[in-house]
């Protein structure tokens, strides 16, 4: 990934094997980049929970991550509540995260901007 175009900006790329796993030093790099982000099972998936006023708006936003999710080629964990929206992203062919999570992060957080 070109670090000159924001994570909200770039598009995920197929990233399968060991060697797309992304190290502790360039997730410690990438995470301040989607605040509001936290490492989740020893540093092995991304965790945020979004919080809307009612059902309607939680949905809104679940349907929105789903349509950018197929785009991408990229797909979370949903923990979908009356009120809020838990997403989880991991890459399971590197066994951990890789650069697309960071990127779908970054997109997810631009839905509710």
């Keep these: 990934m070109n670090d000159l175009i924001p994570l909200s900006q770039?598009?995920?790329i197929v990233r399968r094997g060991i060697e797309h796993k992304l190290s502790e030093a360039r997730i410690r790099e990438l995470l301040p980049e989607v605040p509001g982000w936290e490492l989740a099972e020893d540093g092995h998936a991304l965790t945020r929970t979004f919080r809307?006023?009612?059902y309607y708006r939680t949905?809104?936003?679940v349907n929105a991550l789903a349509f950018m999710a197929n785009?991408?080629?990229h797909h979370p964990d949903l923990g979908v509540h009356y009120d809020r929206c838990?997403?989880?992203y991991s890459t399971h062919d590197v066994g951990g995260l890789s650069e697309n999570d960071f990127?779908?992060?970054a997109k997810a957080d631009a839905?509710?901007?």
């Design 59 to 61: 949905m809104a936003f």
């Design 71 to 73: 785009r991408e080629d």
């Design 111 to 113: 839905l509710t901007g």
């Design 103 to 105: 990127i779908c992060a």
């Design 52 to 54: 809307f006023d009612d």
């Design 10 to 12: 770039a598009h995920c």
């Design 86 to 88: 838990v997403v989880r």
